[in-house]
């Protein structure tokens, strides 16, 4: 089992570029979060999928990000224009049952200058 | 939404047992308890859950009073590789409201020599 992979793990780019976010979740599981980590905002949950739907985007910050889980072994968080305040490590996580713990990838650290 | 309350900081000694107390004083009837574990540019790791009583796993132990309104993380004979920052997180994990989800500030654990 390799685990939630998510690449890349670093990502630097300048301000108002397209940035896309990528990961695979353990295979079998049916659910799928996006979370971002920041020191002054610690861990959010941006947006948590079921069987490859959207349940719940309420965590998105604003309409420059959004996310699409195409299948059920993969989802890209994109970030159109990105803005310094971007700059976060984001993780994404999965799940087999929604009342199993989650086991999250290692996380993308994301710099935007 | 419940919202949880744990210490910004403890410090142990390895060899000791360590309890983490989390305040949650308005848990709905439906949330469930979740504690997860940190490390530095490592997402974070499931370590227990619990609804109700005491639940026991191979690396810890998750104590909930009656009320439910606090819980407990019981680490035995904390060791170096113990230090990392731990979350309580407390929610309705079927609700699908990426609101109930967030995780709290955590606690930073640091065991020493």
């Known amino acids: 089992d390799a685990g939630v992979i998510q690449s890349p793990r670093h990502e630097v780019t300048e301000m108002g570029q397209e940035v896309t976010l990528r990961c695979k979740p353990i295979s079998g599981h049916n659910s799928l979060f996006w979370y971002r980590q920041t020191m002054m905002r610690g861990l959010e949950l941006l947006i948590y999928f079921n069987n490859n739907v959207p349940i719940d985007d309420s965590g998105m910050p604003e309409d420059r990000f959004s996310a699409k889980m195409p299948n059920a072994s993969f989802s890209t968080l994109k970030i159109q224009p990105s803005e310094p305040r971007d700059s976060a490590v984001y993780f994404c996580?999965?799940?087999?049952?929604?009342?199993?713990?989650?086991?999250f990838g290692s996380g993308t650290r994301l710099t935007v200058v | 939404l419940a919202k949880t309350t744990q210490p910004i900081s403890m410090d142990s000694y390895e060899g000791q047992e360590v309890n983490i107390t989390c305040s949650h004083n308005?848990?709905?009837?439906?949330?469930?308890i979740t504690w997860y574990q940190q490390f530095p540019s490592q997402g974070p790791r499931f370590i227990i859950q619990g609804y109700k009583t005491k639940v026991t796993n191979e690396v810890a132990s998750l104590f909930i009073p009656a009320d439910r309104k606090s819980s407990t993380l019981s680490l035995p004979r904390v060791s170096l590789s113990d230090t990392a920052v731990y979350y309580c997180l407390v929610g309705d994990l079927a609700s699908g409201s990426a609101r109930q989800l967030t995780f709290g500030s955590g606690t930073q654990l640091t065991v020493l020599p």
């Open positions: 996580a999965s799940t087999e049952e929604v009342y199993y713990g989650y086991t």
């Open positions: 308005n848990i709905a009837t439906n949330d469930y």
